[in-house]
Every structure is written in C-alpha cells, then in structure tokens.
C-alpha cells in the first residue's frame, strides 16, 4: 500500500528522552487540583459554585457563555477552598479553582453505564458533547462545537480525518490511547463525523501502524450499522511535521488524486479528542483525566500518565519517580509540550489541561544546550544577534512550505516587517536544524506582518 507524505523539508524528530507510547499507567489521585476557568483561546467560564463548597466528582463548576468558552467540571471530589488568578501564557490572566480531594467517587471504579446514540440525530449529539465540555485535546483548545459550526459554514458536506500521526515521539499519549481506547476511538468517530455532518471518515495513519489503521477500520464498521459513513485509511510518512493541518491536506489530496475519493472540507482531530466525544455521548461523563506523555534527562522514569485534568507538574513528577541525578526543583527547567512547540511553565504547580498532551522537565546540567535549543524558552526580546547566523542554508532545505527563515529573521530583526508575510505553520523546523541555533520559528510566527506576499 502506498504511503503518502508532503512533498518538501521536514525533519525526521527523534528524542531518547520522550517515554514509550507502548503502555501507560494510572496515577495516583491527587490531593489537590487547580482547575482554570477559561483557556488560552477562550473567554472565562461563568463559576456556577462558590468557595467553601463541598464539589462531587464530574459537578459541572463553571458555564461556558458565548464562543469559545466551554462547561468546566470538577475532576474530583473535594471542597473548593479558594479562588486564584493563574497564567498559562505570557500577558494572559485566568481565574482558577482550588479543589482539596475529600468525600466519595461517583465515577472512579463504579460500573459504565453505555448509553446508545444511534437514534440521535446531530442536533442532540452536539448539545451532549456541549453539556460535557468536550474541546479540542490538543493546540489551543476550542470548543468542538464552535469547530462544528465554523466547518459547516461551507455547504459541501464535511471529509472527517481521524488523525493517528506518530512523526513526533512525545505523541507517545496520543499513541498509547490509540492502542489501549481502540474501540472508544472508533465509535467516538462515528458519533463525531455524524455530529459534524460528514460523510467520509478518513483513519491517516503513521506507515509503521499499519495494522493499528486496518483494527481502527475493522471496528468502525462494526459499530456503523446504519451504512451510512465511507470509510478510508491513508498510510502516511513519519517525517516531521507530518500530523500538521497543511501536511495533512497535502496527504489528503495526493490521496484523493490518485484513487479517486470525492471528499469536501477537512475536519481534523486527534484520537483524544474522538475519544472524549465517546465518553460524552456514550458514557455521559466529561472530561476528567487525560493521556500525558512525561519525560525529560531530569527524571528517573519516563511513561505516559493517565492523569486528573488540575494535577500539579509536580505530581507527574512524582508519579515518575522524582528527579534523577542532582537536579532538583530549584535547577530544572519544564515545559507544556514538545521540545519543539512547547511553552515554559513558570512553576511545578502549574496544572495539566485538557489540551497538556505531554509534560517534558530538563535538568540544570542541560540549561544552556536548552536555551539556545528549544523555542519555548526565547522570547524575541533574546534574540541571538544577526551575525551568528552563517548562511548555511539549512533551514530553506528543512521548511515544508517552501519559505526562507533566514531572510525573514534577518527583517524582523531590523524591523522589517511590514512587507513580509510568511505563511508559517509554526513547526519548528528551522529551528532544530540550525547550527547557530536561532529562535528562526519564534521570532517568525510571534511577529504581525502585513502583506501575503513572502515566499521562495
């Protein structure tokens, strides 16, 4: 079977400190949680709970108003001792929940109860995936029905790609689900392409899950018993960034080219999303813990956690034996996310999200390699000076999009930007490769340009 791939650049991204995707563990409950009201691409949820009050497991405690603003629920049972300001992001404040574990578990090691919903129409599995606050797992968290309506804007009915790309080893999370949650994934799939209004449902899979692809296919149709979905596996490359919007549009229509599948507007979304629409609608239970892969050179272990939306970094930490070596708290440097496209987090007690897919700690020894290394740790105020650049040429031959972060980083840095427009997708590329290891990719996507008219 052929696999497709995006014509140019990429990188082949491998990390030894990533953990194995091939189990996960499930974490201790922790003994207190920091739940956020609102996340980085939305409006603050309206709190619908006071503090002092005693909150079951899965009590809804806060009310998604207008667009993107999702319901928020208790990942456990506890009291609500106090409200705090919290940021998840540079010049972002967000209000935020403290929940101390006390009381009983209404979820946690009770029966499912499995609802059917092959009698729902579209209308009726939106609202449940609404009620229950599913978003989007992974980038900036939109609410899936805000997603839902923005794609059915265009008439032509919707291609709903399942997304289980592997081309980045801290996708370990997205992986393990994929194999532990195969069946919920399926279903959850059908319930979504029905909810958005598609008619083909499109399994792209990494080549070296091939049989991953044909067990997805195979349970998928198993469970459509009205007939009235197309399904399709597309083997794809493990180039870096394979599992980006614009590499899977490209896969999508080399695909549709050569064998002939009719297909409309692109709806994208990962395994862990698919699978918290299943919980939704079939279990009718909200988000309350997710798959994060956590790693790094400063800890003793590395695995994917199945833990409690609102657990501390520190927890993880915990849950993977500490730190390794010498490094300690005041010595280590932990980021949300891939080495590559993370964000720093300011303090061990910053909480896993709904959309915190991994988790990765580097210790002190590795500071300065990090710093100059990894993109979530630059601000452009920081840039290395212009002339260390040594016009290697490296990152044009990276770039999937054909650009060249070079020329565009030397006009940011002098203050050229109003003629440059980049079209960057943000995947970092540049920046792994370049020896003088400049913040290209930082620089490039944080700066407003002007004009759609930059490339090479």
């Given at each position: 079977m052929k696999v497709y791939s995006f014509s140019r650049g990429g990188i082949k991204f491998e990390d030894s400190f990533a953990p194995d995707s091939n189990s996960s563990r499930l974490a201790f409950l922790p003994e207190m949680v920091i739940v956020p009201l609102s996340t980085e691409s939305g409006s603050r949820s309206i709190p619908v709970v006071s503090t002092g009050q005693h909150i079951e497991e899965g009590m809804l405690i806060a009310r998604g108003q207008g667009a993107a603003s999702a319901n928020i629920h208790s990942p456990i049972p506890g009291k609500l001792t106090r409200a705090v300001k919290w940021s998840p992001a540079p010049g972002f404040l967000s209000d935020a929940f403290v929940i101390r574990l006390e009381g009983s578990f209404k979820k946690l090691g009770k029966p499912e109860i499995r609802h059917e919903w092959a009698d729902l129409n579209w209308f009726e599995i939106r609202s449940l995936i609404s009620e229950y606050g599913v978003i989007e797992m992974d980038g900036l968290g939109r609410p899936l029905c805000d997603i839902f309506s923005q794609k059915n804007a265009v008439v032509s009915p919707l291609t709903f790609i399942v997304r289980c790309v592997f081309d980045d080893p801290w996708l370990a999370a997205e992986h393990s689900l994929c194999k532990e949650r195969l069946e919920e994934v399926a279903e959850g799939a059908l319930i979504t392409a029905r909810a958005a209004?598609?008619?083909?449902?499109?399994?792209?899979?990494?080549?070296?899950?091939?049989?991953?692809?044909?067990?997805?296919?195979?349970?998928?149709?198993?469970?459509?018993?009205?007939?009235?979905?197309?399904?399709?596996?597309?083997?794809?490359?493990?180039?870096?960034?394979?599992?980006?919007?614009?590499?899977?549009?490209?896969?999508?229509?080399?695909?549709?080219?050569?064998?002939?599948?009719?297909?409309?507007?692109?709806?994208?979304?990962?395994?862990?999303?698919?699978?918290?629409?299943?919980?939704?609608?079939?279990?009718?239970?909200?988000?309350?813990?997710?798959?994060?892969?956590?790693?790094?050179?400063?800890?003793?272990?590395?695995?994917?956690?199945?833990?409690?939306?609102?657990?501390?970094?520190?927890?993880?930490?915990?849950?993977?034996?500490?730190?390794?070596?010498?490094a300690e708290e005041s010595s280590v440097i932990a980021a949300i996310g891939s080495p590559l496209l993370g964000r720093a987090a300011a303090s061990l007690d910053e909480p896993v999200l709904k959309t915190s897919r991994s988790v990765f700690v580097s210790s002190v020894k590795r500071r300065e390699t990090a710093l100059k290394k990894y993109s979530w740790l630059k601000k452009i105020s920081q840039f290395l000076p212009v002339a260390t650049c040594i016009s290697c040429g490296?990152?044009?031959?990276?770039?999937?999009?054909?650009?060249?972060?070079?020329?565009?980083?030397?006009?940011?840095?002098?203050?050229?930007?109003?003629?440059?427009?980049?079209?960057?997708?943000?995947c970092g590329c540049c920046e792994a490769v370049c020896p003088s290891k400049l913040p290209l990719c930082t620089a490039i996507v944080r700066t407003p340009f002007k004009e759609d008219t930059y490339a090479v």
């Open positions: 209004g598609a008619a083909t449902i499109v399994f792209a899979v990494s080549a070296a899950e091939r049989e991953l692809g044909r067990s997805l296919i195979e349970a998928a149709k198993r469970n459509d018993t009205s007939g009235q979905f197309t399904f399709t596996e597309i083997l794809v490359g493990s180039r870096y960034p394979q599992h980006s919007d614009y590499a899977m549009e490209t896969v999508l229509l080399r695909y549709s080219k050569r064998e002939g599948l009719i297909h409309g507007p692109m709806l994208m979304l990962s395994p862990t999303t698919v699978a918290a629409v299943y919980d939704a609608v079939v279990l009718r239970a909200p988000v309350l813990e997710r798959y994060v892969a956590v790693g790094g050179a400063a800890l003793k272990n590395r695995t994917v956690i199945k833990a409690r939306i609102g657990s501390r970094l520190r927890d993880l930490i915990g849950e993977c034996g500490g730190f390794s070596g010498k490296e990152c044009r031959r990276v770039c999937p999009v054909r650009l060249d972060p070079e020329d565009i980083y030397k006009r940011i840095s002098y203050g050229k930007t109003g003629i440059i427009n980049s079209n960057c997708i943000g």
